[in-house]
């Protein structure tokens, strides 16, 4: 336990100056895991279990700037402050990486068929 407590201070050692910062980037580094994690599972996570690995992984962030890196929450205003301070940044960035990477994992198929569909759409309209 002591050796990945030091492997993260060290990498976040960084932003030791400034808590918030120190967690920005513990969490943004957790949510482009969890986006790899997510796209990584293609179809099987491309619903309710993406999300629950997207929120698992959130709170496995939160473990992690608390307990590996050593930030006391009260440096951060509390423990509601270091839920949400840095929330909407990690949904944003975990949605949005999972996105692009899942958009590239389709099938070639699938992006046929969206295709047609789309062009069928125009002549429609």
């Known amino acids: 336990m002591q050796t990945v407590q030091n492997i993260f201070q060290r990498i976040f050692s960084r932003w030791s100056d400034d ?21 990584a599972g293609g179809q099987a996570f491309a619903g309710t279990r993406g999300l629950m690995i997207g929120l698992l992984i959130y709170a496995l962030s939160l473990y992690v700037v608390v307990y590996l890196v050593g930030i006391d929450p009260e440096d951060l205003g509390g423990r509601q402050k270091l839920v949400t301070n840095t929330l909407p940044s990690y949904l944003l960035l975990w949605v949005l990486i999972w996105t692009v990477l899942y958009a590239f994992t389709l099938p ?3 992006l046929d068929t969206l295709a047609a569909w789309g062009t069928r759409m125009a002549l429609i309209s």
Do not use: G, R
């Open 108 to 110: 070639p198929e699938v």
């Open 19 to 39: 808590p918030n910062d120190q967690q920005y980037y513990v969490k943004m580094t957790f949510a482009l895991i969890s986006a790899l994690v997510c796209a």
